[in-house]
């Protein structure tokens, strides 16, 4: 039968990657050129139906600061999902090419570590409309999400690419009862 499912999902990763975009875009079907920073963290609900659920998302949205990282596990902690994000162009001030890369592979090992052992995880490489301005490969990216059993989507807040789909297959992955 049909049924409802009631899923709390947190999105980590670096400041600036696009979380909050990406759930803007999600809930709100928008995109703003300068969304503000996230202070401590915002919530927000939206409900998609899959064939044989009706999945209601309870989403966390955190900050990705590291000045709040020691709240981290009050949002991730009971989530059924995580949605790990970096931004494929890594805009993050830092000489790194991949810096905002690594902050995911840190977010996904604290999630490993300390999460729920059956969460299900998705990797977003967004930004994926900057291809000009590309750092990290898809491939690294999928390689990667494999070795750590995540599934890996890349993404575009700006421009709608594969938004519902990472939800749509988080929902489509979350267990029944
Ligand atoms: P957060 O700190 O992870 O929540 O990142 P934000 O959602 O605040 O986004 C940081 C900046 O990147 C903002 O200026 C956004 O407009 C921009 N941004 C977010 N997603 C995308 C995207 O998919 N493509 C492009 N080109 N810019 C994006
Ligand atoms: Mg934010």
């Known amino acids: 039968g049909n049924q409802n499912i009631n899923a709390k999902l947190v999105l980590l990763g670096d400041v600036g990657a696009g979380k909050s975009s990406l759930v803007l875009r999600f809930v709100k079907g928008q995109f703003v050129e300068f969304q503000e920073s996230t202070i401590g963290a915002a919530f927000f609900s939206q409900t998609l139906a899959v064939n044989d659920a009706t999945v209601k998302f309870e989403i966390w949205d955190t900050a990705g600061q590291e000045r709040y990282h020691s709240l981290a596990p009050m949002y991730y902690r009971g989530a059924a999902a995580a949605i790990i994000v970096y931004d494929i162009s ?88």
């Open 90 to 177: 890594n805009q993050a001030a830092d000489f790194l090419r991949d810096a905002s890369f690594e902050r995911a592979k840190k977010w996904v090992q604290e999630l490993q570590a300390q999460g729920n052992p059956n969460m299900v995880m998705a990797l977003a490489g967004n930004k994926a409309d900057l291809l000009d301005a590309r750092k990290v490969t898809a491939e690294e990216a999928q390689v990667y999400a494999q070795e750590y059993g995540l599934f890996f989507m890349e993404t575009s807040a700006k421009t709608a690419t594969n938004v519902n789909d990472i939800f749509y297959e988080i929902a489509k992955r979350l267990p029944r009862v």
